[in-house]
C-alpha cells in the first residue's frame, strides 16, 4: 500500500519533471513549441524545456536580454521576441543556441546594440527580422557595427522595414555575403549613397518601397547597378517629375526587367504630373527643353533690367551735380588754396633742411 503511494509520487515527480513548462507558457512537447504569448513578463522565464525548436515570447515586458537568458536551448530554432520593449542586447546573447536559424525581434526599442549582439556560435542564423525594431535612427550606427561583428555569413533574410531610417551607413551589409533578400520598406531613406549595397552579390530580392526618394541621381543609379542579378521594388516614393529626371527613367526603361513594380511607379510632384507613370514622364522630356530656353530668355530679360536701373542712376547722379555746380566750384577753389599754403609751408621747410649752413649751425650747437 505505501510502496504503491510511493510509487505513485515518483511518478507523478517524474511526469511533472517531464512535462514541466515555465509559469504564464504553453508547452507543447509533441509540436516542440513553448509560447509565452502576452503574459506580462519581464524577463526571459527560466526551465524551458531542452527540446523546445520554436520559441515564442511575445508581447511582454522585457527590455533587456543577455547570454544568461537563453541556457540549454540547444534545439531552439525559431525564436520570436517581438513586441516586447528590448532595448538593449548584449553580446553573444544568442551564441549557445547553436540550431538558431530565426530570430524574429520586430516590434521592439533596441537603442544600444552591442557588437557581437546576433552572434550564433554555429553561424546557423538564418533570418534576421528587425522591422519596427530600433528606438531611432541613432541605433542604425550600433547596427552596422553589429551586423559587421556577429558572423552572420549564413545570412539569408534581413528584414529592417519601418524603422525611419534616413540613410544607411557605407558598407553597412558588407559582410552579409549571403543575403538573398533585404527588406528596407517604410523607412525614411532619401538617397543611394556609394558602396551602400556592397558584398551583397547574392542578393535576388531589394524592396526600397515607401521611403523618401524623389529621384534616383547617378551615383544611386550606379551602386543598384552593381547588383545586377537583384529584383527590385521602388514603389510609393515620392518621385518628383522635373527637368534631370531623364537619367532616372532612362534607367528605368533600360532595367525594365528586374524592377517588379516599374509599371506603377508614378510621378508624385508636380500635382500637374501626378499618377503619370515614370515611364512616360521620360518621353515628356522635350517640354524640359523648352522651359530650359524659357530660363535663359529670363536671365536675358533681367541682364537689360539691370542695365537700364543703372543708368537711370547714373543720370540722376549727375543732374544732382549739376544743380550744385556752384557750390562744388566753390568747394574746389576752396581746395586749391587749402593745398596751395601746405605746399608752400612744405617748400619753405624744404629748403631751410637743404641749407648747408643751416645744418653747419644745428650740429654745432649740438657739440
Ligand atoms: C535536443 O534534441 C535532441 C534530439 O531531439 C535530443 O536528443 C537532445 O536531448 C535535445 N537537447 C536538450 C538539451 O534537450
Ligand atoms: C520555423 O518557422 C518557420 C516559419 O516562420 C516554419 O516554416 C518552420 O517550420 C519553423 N521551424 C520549425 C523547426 O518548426
Ligand atoms: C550547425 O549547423 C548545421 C547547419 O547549418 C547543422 O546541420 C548542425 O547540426 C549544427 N551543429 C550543431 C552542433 O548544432
Ligand atoms: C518581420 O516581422 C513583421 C512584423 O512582425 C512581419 O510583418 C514581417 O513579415 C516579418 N518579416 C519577415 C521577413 O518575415
Ligand atoms: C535617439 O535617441 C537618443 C536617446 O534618447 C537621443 O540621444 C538621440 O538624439 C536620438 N536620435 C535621433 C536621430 O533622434
Ligand atoms: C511605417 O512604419 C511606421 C512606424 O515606423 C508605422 O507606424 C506605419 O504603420 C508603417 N506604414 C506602413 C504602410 O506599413
Ligand atoms: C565609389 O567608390 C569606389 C571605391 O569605393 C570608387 O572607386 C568609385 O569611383 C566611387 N564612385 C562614385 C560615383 O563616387
Ligand atoms: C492617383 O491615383 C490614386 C489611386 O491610384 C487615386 O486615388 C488618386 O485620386 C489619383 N490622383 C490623381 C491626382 O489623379
Ligand atoms: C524605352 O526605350 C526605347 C528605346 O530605347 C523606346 O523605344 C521605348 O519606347 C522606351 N519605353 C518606354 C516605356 O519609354
Given at each position: 500500500?505505501?510502496?504503491?503511494?510511493?510509487?505513485?509520487?515518483?511518478?507523478?515527480?517524474?511526469?511533472?519533471?517531464?512535462?514541466?513548462?515555465?509559469?504564464?507558457?504553453?508547452?507543447?512537447?509533441?509540436?516542440?513549441?513553448?509560447?509565452?504569448?502576452?503574459?506580462?513578463?519581464?524577463?526571459?522565464?527560466?526551465?524551458?524545456?531542452?527540446?523546445?525548436?520554436?520559441?515564442?515570447?511575445?508581447?511582454?515586458q522585457i527590455s533587456r536580454i543577455g547570454p544568461e537568458?537563453?541556457?540549454?536551448?540547444?534545439?531552439?530554432?525559431?525564436?520570436?521576441?517581438?513586441?516586447?520593449?528590448?532595448?538593449?542586447?548584449?553580446?553573444?546573447?544568442?551564441?549557445?543556441l547553436r540550431s538558431l536559424r530565426t530570430l524574429d525581434?520586430?516590434?521592439?526599442?533596441?537603442?544600444?546594440?552591442?557588437?557581437?549582439?546576433?552572434?550564433?556560435?554555429?553561424?546557423?542564423?538564418?533570418?534576421?527580422?528587425?522591422?519596427?525594431?530600433?528606438?531611432?535612427?541613432?541605433?542604425?550606427?550600433?547596427?552596422?557595427?553589429?551586423?559587421?561583428?556577429?558572423?552572420?555569413?549564413?545570412?539569408?533574410?534581413?528584414?529592417?522595414?519601418?524603422?525611419?531610417?534616413?540613410?544607411?551607413?557605407?558598407?553597412?551589409?558588407?559582410?552579409?555575403?549571403?543575403?538573398?533578400?533585404?527588406?528596407?520598406?517604410?523607412?525614411?531613406?532619401?538617397?543611394?549613397?556609394?558602396?551602400?549595397?556592397?558584398?551583397?552579390?547574392?542578393?535576388?530580392?531589394?524592396?526600397?518601397?515607401?521611403?523618401?526618394?524623389?529621384?534616383?541621381?547617378?551615383?544611386?543609379?550606379?551602386?543598384?547597378?552593381?547588383?545586377?542579378?537583384?529584383?527590385?521594388?521602388?514603389?510609393?516614393?515620392?518621385?518628383?517629375?522635373?527637368?534631370?529626371?531623364?537619367?532616372?527613367?532612362?534607367?528605368?526603361?533600360?532595367?525594365?526587367?528586374?524592377?517588379?513594380?516599374?509599371?506603377?511607379?508614378?510621378?508624385?510632384?508636380?500635382?500637374?504630373?501626378?499618377?503619370?507613370?515614370?515611364?512616360?514622364?521620360?518621353?515628356?522630356?522635350?517640354?524640359?527643353?523648352?522651359?530650359?530656353?524659357?530660363?535663359?530668355?529670363?536671365?536675358?530679360?533681367?541682364?537689360?533690367?539691370?542695365?537700364?536701373?543703372?543708368?537711370?542712376?547714373?543720370?540722376?547722379?549727375?543732374?544732382?551735380?549739376?544743380?550744385?555746380?556752384?557750390?562744388?566750384?566753390?568747394?574746389?577753389?576752396?581746395?586749391?588754396?587749402?593745398?596751395?599754403?601746405?605746399?608752400?609751408?612744405?617748400?619753405?621747410?624744404?629748403?631751410?633742411?637743404?641749407?648747408?649752413?643751416?645744418?653747419?649751425?644745428?650740429?654745432?650747437?649740438?657739440?
Amino acid at each position: 500500500m505505501l510502496d504503491f503511494t510511493q510509487r505513485l509520487l515518483l511518478c507523478a515527480l517524474l511526469g511533472s519533471v517531464y512535462a514541466s513548462c515555465p509559469p504564464r507558457c504553453e508547452c507543447s512537447e509533441a509540436a516542440h513549441t513553448v509560447k509565452c504569448v502576452s503574459k506580462d513578463l519581464r524577463t526571459v522565464p527560466t526551465g524551458i524545456p531542452g527540446y523546445t525548436r520554436n520559441l515564442f515570447i511575445t508581447g511582454n515586458q522585457i527590455s533587456r536580454i543577455g547570454p544568461e537568458s537563453f541556457t540549454g536551448l540547444e534545439n531552439v530554432t525559431n525564436l520570436s521576441l517581438s513586441n516586447n520593449r528590448i532595448s538593449e542586447v548584449e553580446s553573444h546573447t544568442f551564441a549557445r543556441l547553436r540550431s538558431l536559424r530565426t530570430l524574429d525581434l520586430s516590434n521592439n526599442q533596441l537603442a544600444v546594440i552591442h557588437p557581437e549582439a546576433f552572434t550564433v556560435q554555429n553561424q546557423s542564423l538564418r533570418e534576421l527580422n528587425l522591422s519596427r525594431a530600433l528606438y531611432n535612427h541613432s541605433s542604425v550606427l550600433d547596427l552596422a557595427t553589429c551586423l559587421r561583428w556577429s558572423s552572420l555569413g549564413s545570412l539569408r533574410v534581413l528584414d529592417l522595414s519601418d524603422n525611419s531610417l534616413i540613410y544607411l551607413p557605407s558598407r553597412i551589409f558588407s559582410h552579409l555575403t549571403n543575403l538573398r533578400r533585404l527588406q528596407l520598406s517604410n523607412n525614411s531613406l532619401v538617397a543611394i549613397h556609394n558602396s551602400t549595397f556592397l558584398g551583397l552579390e547574392r542578393l535576388e530580392e531589394l524592396d526600397l518601397t515607401l521611403n523618401a526618394l524623389k529621384t534616383v541621381p547617378e551615383e544611386g543609379l550606379t551602386e543598384l547597378d552593381s547588383l545586377p542579378r537583384t529584383t527590385l521594388l521602388l514603389g510609393e516614393n515620392p518621385f518628383i517629375c522635373k527637368c534631370g529626371i531623364e537619367p532616372f527613367t532612362m534607367w528605368l526603361n533600360r532595367s525594365q526587367g528586374r524592377i517588379r513594380d516599374v509599371e506603377g511607379l508614378v510621378c508624385s510632384f508636380p500635382a500637374s504630373m501626378r499618377n503619370t507613370s515614370l515611364l512616360v514622364a521620360g518621353r515628356l522630356t522635350l517640354g524640359c527643353h523648352q522651359r530650359d530656353a524659357g530660363g535663359d530668355l529670363a536671365l536675358q530679360t533681367s541682364y537689360v533690367f539691370l542695365g537700364i536701373v543703372l543708368g537711370f542712376i547714373g543720370l540722376i547722379f549727375l543732374f544732382v551735380l549739376y544743380l550744385n555746380r556752384k557750390g562744388i566750384k566753390k568747394r574746389i577753389y576752396d581746395m586749391r588754396d587749402a593745398c596751395r599754403e601746405v605746399w608752400e609751408g612744405y617748400h619753405y621747410r624744404f629748403e631751410i633742411d637743404s641749407d648747408p649752413r643751416l645744418s653747419q649751425v644745428s650740429s654745432s650747437a649740438d657739440v
